[in-house]
């Protein structure tokens, strides 16, 4: 076998690792936000006009310790529930940028004007890319689902289903039901592509052009640390101390401050599933923006620190604040890494087949399904 098409698969599988276990943790709650928003005063809250809302979703998703690709499930399920776009795109850019555990290992690891310049950028870009694509992305249409046949189950049968979701038990378990078994196939599908997307990507850029173009402190060296981190997955945690090989490497400060707000902020499998989810013109302005926004704050951070910046990286002098941002940020275990990885294969399947099904398929009727989506 060809070491690329090896180096390829263990890339994607790693990535798919990472990632796996924080969707289906965020499809539990996508689930709850489903069957509870749409009646609840967080969406009043979210939906009124001004920057109030704005904040409130920044300050939500940054107590979420959720890398990009998780965030995707409650951010479309906002917006299935109401939720207007801008607040929406807000909380998706903040969620990964402003996570407690990678500001604790960025004072460790990078320093405290770098981190100073990261907190203030996830603070502000949030703001921009709400603002901009509230302004300009796709207007709000009911979005195509995929075609899911589940029967009620669940304790729901019948009559008695208008019962049971009467009760907290009995809504929960139809908003789970709906996270699973209809939106989890719809962007566990595009998660994965974007995934074999991202995988190929880390594959096809050799180290050294990394290396020798963010290591130029340049305009160049900037576009090409945004137009990386915007395309590749980086664990928003992981990439604190990738970030700190850059620098010691000679990346220029402006360079790292792109890479880590680009790389937690998105990549390729967020951006795939969003572009086929919530809108086109949504996405292209996000990106554009979000990619703009770094490079502008790259700039100012080159002409802030000036030349003569040097890495302070001291692992002696780190341990301690090391050792606190990995309590902050939950490793799930390569054991449950590698079942979550196996459930999101699983859902992406699924979702092929009901695509195949919907399009060279005659529609079946609900009875052909098990409870809960078997067949």
Same mark, same amino acid.
């Given at each position: ?5 090896? /180096?390829?698969? /263990? ?9 796996? @276990?924080?969707?289906?943790?965020? %499809? ?10 749409? =009646?609840? +005063?967080? $969406?009043?809250?979210?939906?009124? $006009? ?26 479309? =399920?906002?917006?299935? @529930? ?9 909380? !998706? ?41 509230? *302004? ?13 046949? !589940? ?14 979701? $009467? ?18 196939? !719809? ?59 850059? %620098? ?5 400060? +402006? @360079? ?7 790389? !937690? ?10 572009? $086929? ?70 859902? @992406? ?7 195949? *099904? /919907?399009?060279?398929?005659?529609? *079946? ?11």
């Amino acid at each position: 076998m060809y070491p690329w098409v090896v /180096q390829f698969v /263990q890339t994607t599988w790693v990535i798919l690792a990472e990632s796996a @276990a924080w969707i289906l943790i965020s %499809l539990f709650f996508a689930g709850l936000i489903h069957e509870f928003i749409p =009646s609840s +005063g967080l $969406k009043k809250y979210l939906n009124h $006009k001004g920057m109030g809302a704005m904040g409130g979703a920044i300050a939500l998703g940054g107590v979420l310790p959720i890398c990009s690709c998780g965030v995707i499930p409650i951010s479309i =399920s906002l917006y299935r @529930a109401g939720v207007r776009i801008g607040p929406v795109m807000a909380f !998706t850019a903040a969620t990964p940028i402003i996570n407690p555990a990678a500001v604790i290992l960025s004072f460790a690891l990078l320093g405290t004007h770098i981190t100073l310049a990261y907190i203030l950028l996830g603070l502000l870009l949030p703001f921009f890319l709400g603002t901009m694509t509230e *302004r300009f992305g796709d207007k709000r249409e009911p979005l195509p689902e995929v075609p899911e046949e !589940t029967p009620a189950c669940c304790g729901e049968s019948g009559g008695e289903a208008s019962e049971v979701r $009467k009760n907290f038990p009995g809504r929960a378990c139809s908003g789970l039901r709906w996270a699973y078994f209809t939106l989890g196939p !719809t962007i566990g599908f595009y998660l994965f592509i974007g995934i074999l997307l991202a995988g190929a990507l880390s594959v096809a850029i050799p180290p050294e052009w990394s290396a020798r173009y963010l290591g130029a402190n340049s305009f160049v060296g900037l576009l090409a640390a945004a137009l990386l981190g915007a395309s590749i997955y980086v664990c928003a945690v992981a990439h604190i101390p990738l970030v700190a090989t850059l %620098l010691a490497t000679g990346a220029g400060p +402006g @360079a790292a401050i792109v890479f880590l707000v680009t790389g !937690t902020a998105t990549n390729l499998p967020e951006l795939f599933a969003l572009y $086929k989810t919530i809108g086109k013109r949504t996405v292209i302005i996000y990106t554009s923006s979000l990619v703009v926004a770094s490079l502008v704050a790259g700039v100012a951070v080159n002409l802030w620190l000036g030349t003569g910046f040097t890495p302070v990286f001291d692992p002696l002098a780190s341990l301690d604040l090391v050792e606190a941002g990995e309590k902050l940020w939950v490793s799930p275990g390569a054991l449950v890494n590698m079942l979550a990885a196996w459930a999101v294969v699983a859902l @992406a399947a699924r979702g092929c087949w009901l695509r195949f *099904r /919907q399009r060279f398929l005659p529609i *079946r009727s609900r009875d052909d399904d098990g409870c809960c989506g078997s067949d």
